[in-house]
Each structure stands twice: as C-alpha cells, then as structure tokens.
C-alpha cells in the first residue's frame, strides 16, 4: 500500500545523484545561493552508478592516449577538441579547491600512453603523435619504438615480451586519473537543498502555471514535488524520463544498452610497478568504450590495476536497473533508427556476441597482450556498469553526449556517455547559458566561470 506525502515547491530539480547533476548543482550553489536546489536520487546513496569510481575508467580524456578520437592520424580537430573541454574542466575544480570549497584527492597525474603492435599500428601511431606534436595542448608527448624507453615508461608492459615482437609507445606526462565518485561527493556537498535518497521518479508532467510536476516513489510512499526547473542526469534511464515527460524533441532517439566489466588487481607489489594508463588499439567493431587498457587507478586513497573494459550484454539500462529497460525505451517514433543502428554496426553485434562468448582464458589473454607476465590469480572480475549508448534519430550509434533542452528551456536532460565525466563542466556551463541567458550576464564572472574561456 502507498500513502501520499505533500508536495514539495523547489526552484531546479536534479533527477540523479552522479557528476552532471552534482555540477549543475555546484555551479547554482555558487552563482545563486537563495534558490532551492534539490536532487532526487533513486539508489540509496550518490555516485552509484556511471560516476560510481569502478563503473568508469577515471581517465581525465585529453586526447593524449584515446585513439579512437582520432580514426584519421592527420586530423586531431577532436582531440584538440577534447583536451581543450578537459582542460576547462580542470580549471574550474581548481578554483574550487583553491577557495577551499573542495578538498583535492579526487584527481591523480597518471601519464597517458599508447602501446601498440606491427607494422600498421606502428605507422598509425607515429602519424598520429606527428599530427598531435604540432599542437599545443601536445608539445610533451614523446614517442618510441625503442624497448628500453618503453621499458622506462611501463615496465610491466614489456617484461616477458617476445624481443622479436615490433612496439611503439606514445607517452604524456600530464595525463590523470581521476576517481569520479569522490568529486561527485564534494561538489554535492556544495549544494545548498536537500538530497533525497532512495527517491525514485516515475513520471513529470507539465504544469498548467508553468514548471514541472514530478511525482515518483520513496520505499512505499509516494512523493510529489514542483520544481520551476528540472534537469534529468539518469544516466542510463535519461531516454526514459524524457519519453515520459513527453518532449517532442526527444522523438526518434533511442539507446542501446552495453555493459563493461573491468579485470582488477589490488596487490600493491604489483601496482607500483606501473604508473600509467595505457591505451591500445580497439579490436575491429569493438565500441569506443571497449578500447583496451591497463591503468594505474587510485580509489579512496589505494593503488590498483585495472584492465578492460569488456563488454558484457543486459538489457538494463543501470546497473541497478531491471531487465524490462531497454524494451521500454522502444517506441514507434524510434524503432526505425534502432534497427538501422543494428543493421549498420554488424561487426560491433558480432563484438558484443564473441566478448558474451569469450571463455575467462581468452579474456586472460587479452590482458597479457599489455602485460605478459600477468598471472590469473592476482586479478578479479569486477562490473563496470552500464552504458545507454546513443542512436540518433537518423540511426547513427554517437559516441559523444547530447543536452537536450525543450523549447521553453524548463527541461532538459543529458544522453551518450564519453567523453562524459571529464567534460561535465563545459557541459554544464553550456546549459547554464542556453537556461538562463538573462541571468549569465552576471555570473558570467562568478564562481570562478571567467577561468573558463582562457
Ligand atoms: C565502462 C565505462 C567507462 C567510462 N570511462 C570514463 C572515463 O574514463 N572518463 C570519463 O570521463 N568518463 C567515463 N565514462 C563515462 C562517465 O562514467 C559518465 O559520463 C558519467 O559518470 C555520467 O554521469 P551522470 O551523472 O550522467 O550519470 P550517473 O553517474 O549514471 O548518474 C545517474 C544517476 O541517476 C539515478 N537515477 C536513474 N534513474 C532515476 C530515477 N528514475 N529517479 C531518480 N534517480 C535516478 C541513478 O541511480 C544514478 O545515480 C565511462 C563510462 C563507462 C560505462
């Protein structure tokens, strides 16, 4: 039985507790602190799903090391790109631990490096580093060929090696690791309402007097609450709240559910022996998030390994979702651009099915193509969550995120995935302009936004 509770009026809605919302909320903490600000979130606590630190790769995307931002090694436009969105994004936690808003920890310099392998992936590569040198963003990174300097970078990638085998490395020394779920936590504790967890949202209507009605489950009781605002960071679920609130902007997009899981090692003999992440070459229809590598991470203060991500199949939607989710994602308006995404990514089907089938040695195998020496017993599967990859409604699987705003600009809500946590703030920012382009004009300069256009 559900009993009714009374309704709550607040200023901005945050549906979801991980990285989006939790720098929305941040950033109108900062720039308008009367307002009341309230996130809903339906697991009992923040940071549980994609923000969760083991259900990312923690890598602060640069373009350094993530090759499949760069399909054609003459052109790093998206590279550049990315590190340029990363760099603001820096930027701005800077300020924030330097006013003593957050405490630092949550970020690591962890070099980012490629390894790959023969003649081909060789030329990429070089190709690839000729084309990044040239700009700014690049000017530190180094490439070989030469073991005993690989050796030097990532000595556990070239131990045991067959000194026949031909390798190239690129190398920075500036990249990051970073444990999103620890930032998540500090931005959230700037947010000046309440954090409802263990709430779950079900519907959002419109309101006749403008603003949005959201109406969802907290164990057995029904909640209510009027928000003049609201902006979806569900994660997987986005799709679903938005079909629900009846955007037509939303019409013709779909997702496809793709899950990872991650092999970990916690022994530190072993991690502090590489201090890195390195990055291979995707296998052939692999998904951007499968791109192979082996990464120094640093959770809650300790050092592991972690190697992956795989791909594994469910037709959830979260990792705490229900197996019904992807099926209620499917409507008539995007049943055309699902099928055509399936139709046009064969070899990214015939992927996912040889991953499903892949036996635990074949996976073992894998790893060993980075870390030869590696031994079965000091290594754990572990879940890497799960990711609503995006279909555009012309059937085209995106691998970037997408703000959808409504035409009244009191909803909006954020699709896809990479370069994801990394690019949170100029995501946000982008959505504090399009919301509220009267009130910009003064916050512009506040809360530390001016250091975001240099
Ligand atoms: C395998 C993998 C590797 C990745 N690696 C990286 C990386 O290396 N670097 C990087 O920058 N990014 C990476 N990403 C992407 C990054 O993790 C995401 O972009 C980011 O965490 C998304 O944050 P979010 O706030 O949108 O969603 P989430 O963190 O998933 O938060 C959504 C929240 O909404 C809640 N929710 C859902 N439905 C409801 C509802 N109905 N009511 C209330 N609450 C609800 C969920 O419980 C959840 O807490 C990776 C993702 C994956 C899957």
């Not at 052939?284 to 795989?310: C, K, Q």
Request: proline share 6%; hydrophobic share 40%.
């Amino acid at each position: 039985m559900t009993t009714e509770s009374h309704t709550v009026d607040v200023d901005v809605a945050l549906i979801g507790g991980g990285i989006m919302s939790a720098t929305l909320g941040a950033m109108l903490a900062l720039v308008q602190p009367d307002w009341r600000v309230v996130i809903v979130e339906r697991a009992d606590d923040i940071a549980t799903e994609s923000s969760h630190p083991w259900n990312n790769a923690g890598t602060g995307h640069s373009g350094y090391c993530e090759l499949n931002y760069m399909p054609d090694p003459a052109d790093g436009d998206t590279a550049a790109a990315v590190a340029a969105q990363f760099a603001a994004s820096r930027r701005w936690w800077a300020h924030l631990v330097d006013t003593g808003l957050i405490t630092p920890g949550f970020m690591t310099t962890t070099p980012h490096m490629d390894v790959v392998f023969g003649d081909r992936d060789i030329a990429y590569l070089r190709r690839r580093f000729d084309t990044l040198r040239a700009l700014p963003a690049f000017t530190d990174m180094r490439y070989s060929q030469d073991p005993a300097v690989i050796t030097g970078w990532a000595p556990l990638v070239m131990a045991g090696r067959d000194p026949a085998q031909r390798v190239a490395a690129t190398w920075h020394p500036s990249g990051t690791d970073i444990d999103f779920g620890a930032l998540t936590r500090e931005l959230t504790r700037l947010i000046t309402g309440d954090t409802l967890l263990g709430h779950e949202v079900h519907t959002l209507n419109r309101m006749p007097t403008g603003g949005w009605r959201i109406t969802g489950r907290c164990g057995r009781q029904r909640f209510e609450l009027d928000a003049a605002r609201v902006f979806i960071g569900a994660g997987g679920h986005t799709l679903t709240l938005l079909q629900r609130a009846g955007l037509p902007e939303i019409r013709g997009y779909g997702v496809l559910p793709v899950g990872a899981a991650f092999l970990r090692c916690s022994d530190p003999e072993i991690s502090k022996h590489h201090n890195a992440k390195v990055y291979g070459q995707a296998p052939t229809g692999a998904p951007p998030m499968s791109v192979p590598h082996l990464d120094r991470r640093i959770v809650a203060g300790h050092a592991h390994l972690m190697f992956g991500p795989y791909a594994t199949v469910s037709s959830r939607l979260l990792t705490r979702g229900r197996i019904t989710d992807f099926f209620g994602t499917v409507r008539p308006h995007n049943v055309r651009a699902l099928i055509r995404a399936a139709t046009d990514n064969r070899s990214l089907i015939r992927y996912l099915i040889g991953q499903l089938l892949a036996s635990r040695g074949r996976r073992f195998d894998q790893l060993r193509r980075y870390y030869p020496d590696a031994d079965p017993r000091d290594w754990e599967w572990i879940s890497a969550g799960q990711r609503a990859q995006l279909v555009a409604p012309d059937g085209e699987l995106r691998t970037g995120t997408e703000l959808i705003v409504a035409a009244d600009d009191t909803i909006a809500g954020l699709l896809g995935a990479s370069p994801g946590a990394s690019t949170s703030v100029p995501i946000m920012i982008d959505l504090l302009r399009r919301w509220f382009p009267r009130e910009w004009q003064s916050w512009r300069h506040r809360a530390g936004f001016g250091l975001l256009a240099s």
